[in-house]
């Protein structure tokens, strides 16, 4: 129920009723013991229900317990205010990339923020990293048919395939306007003791800000740097 409200629309009744299959009399009644616990606001005009603010708390204290938000944080900000552009850590949730922090840099500022917000991984940087540790056989069967979201964006498990191959062997993976147009981000994987793909480090920005063709290289050295700095917080020990 809380999923249907985190798409950022206000939902009546009816319309939680509907995307969750329930009786309107069972929502009502979910809903109320929600609102007592200050989880959802309900608005006293329209009767329209929202996320409450309580539900800010309850993340705090998740992304305080996990390990690797704790190992990124201020590296991830740093490195936000040096390069001037947006800064996030992810992890993988099934087929998706999940963002665990996310700074804006001076030069890139959102009018969101990516932490908790879950993408494509196959059509992200960082999403395309975390695929790095995962066999080709395991990606397919994970992911299934590649849904385009723009013309640039990978359908094919082979291209695919082809593209993460050259990312572990320089370290780094690229993505222009393959998740949205106008945008686009450089990623490198997050390792853990064992060397094994824990989450990764992402740059991106607007095309014009990032200006990935002239400082693709600048990037790609901040980003393995950062990410290598992370996973020796978590155990890492280089290759």
């Known amino acids: 129920m809380l999923g249907v409200l985190a798409g ?7 319309d939680i009723s509907n995307a969750t299959h329930l009786g309107q009399s069972t929502v009502s009644r979910l809903l109320a013991t929600l609102e007592s616990a200050a989880f959802i606001e309900r608005d006293g005009g329209s009767g329209h229900f929202s996320l409450g603010p309580d539900l800010i ?9 996990h ?27 099934g087929d998706a990339a999940f963002y665990l922090l996310d700074f804006e840099g001076p030069d890139a500022p959102r009018n969101r923020t990516l932490a908790g917000q879950r993408d494509p991984l196959h059509a992200t940087a960082v ?7 995962l066999l ?44 949205g147009l106008g945008r686009a981000g450089l990623a490198a994987p997050i390792r853990d003791a064992g060397g094994a793909v ?24 901040a980003a393995i740097e950062s990410a290598e700095r992370i996973g020796s917080a978590v155990g890492y020990v280089g290759a």
């Open 8 to 14: 950022g629309q206000p939902q009546r009744v009816g």
């Open 57 to 65: 708390t309850l993340a705090g204290v998740a992304a305080n317990q």
């Open 67 to 93: 390990p690797l938000f704790r190992a990124s944080r201020q590296v991830a900000q740093n490195l936000a205010f040096r390069l001037g552009v947006g800064v996030a850590v992810a992890v993988r949730r």
């Open 127 to 133: 999403g395309k990293c975390l695929l790095l540790g």
């Open 136 to 179: 080709p056989g395991e990606r397919g069967s994970l992911l299934g048919n590649l849904r385009p979201l723009t013309a640039r964006t990978i359908t094919d498990h082979r291209r695919l395939d082809a593209e993460l191959s050259l990312a572990e062997r320089r370290g780094y993976v690229t993505e222009i306007e393959e998740l």
């Open 198 to 221: 824990r989450g990764a480090l992402g740059i991106s920005g607007p095309l014009s800000v990032l200006r990935l063709d002239e400082r693709e290289s600048e990037y790609a050295t």
